[in-house]
């Protein structure tokens, strides 16, 4: 009576153990973010294959960035052909000059790029897909993006300056 006790228990046991491991693999195959850094493009083969680029700052602890991946693996199968896909963890260290210089201070950040590797916009927080989908569409096709924020350079500000007239009362001797 106790063998058969004790090997229904080992088999409860077993099962209630897997019953828990598979419970906390809440991710699918492929949409971890994980597994989405891991098959993202590297950031210079990116920027140097003539193709527009979504980069995604994202981390690890970042709900909205989980919330995110199964979504953004979807836009990646539609859209990866035409479109790099990039990940840059911002706590890995490597990437600080990428989170100074694309102004990275909330995540995710979305950088979009045209095909010669401008930042020509960026998005940042939870983006729903129906809004990605449509920046990324304009993006493959060199339009406009419709949803994201415009960035780019600014032109220079130069004034003209007219000749210093020492004997004007208004300049105050100087």
């Not at 960035?65 to 199964?70: I, V």
């Not at 920046?135 to 300056?161: E, I, R, V």
């Amino acid at each position: 009576m106790n063998k058969l006790r004790n090997t229904v228990l080992a088999a409860i046991a077993l099962v209630l153990s897997a019953a828990i491991y598979f419970g906390f693999q809440t991710q699918v195959n492929g949409t971890s973010l994980e597994m989405q850094a891991q098959q993202s493009i590297p950031l210079d083969v990116a920027l140097s294959n003539g193709k527009p680029t979504l980069t995604e700052f994202y981390a690890d602890w970042c709900s909205s960035c989980q919330a995110m991946a199964k979504e953004m693996a979807q836009l990646k199968q539609v859209y990866g052909s035409r479109v790099n896909f990039v990940m840059l963890n911002v706590d890995n260290s490597k990437w600080l000059p990428e989170v100074l210089r694309y102004r990275v201070d909330g995540i995710p950040h979305f950088v979009f790029m045209d095909s010669t590797g401008v930042a020509i916009a960026d998005a940042i927080g939870e983006q729903p897909t129906p809004i990605l989908d449509a920046d990324l569409d304009a993006l493959a096709s060199n339009l406009p993006l419709p949803y994201a924020n415009p960035t780019g350079q600014t032109s220079k500000f130069a004034t003209k300056l007219a000749p210093v007239d020492s004997t004007d009362p208004r300049r105050h001797g100087a």
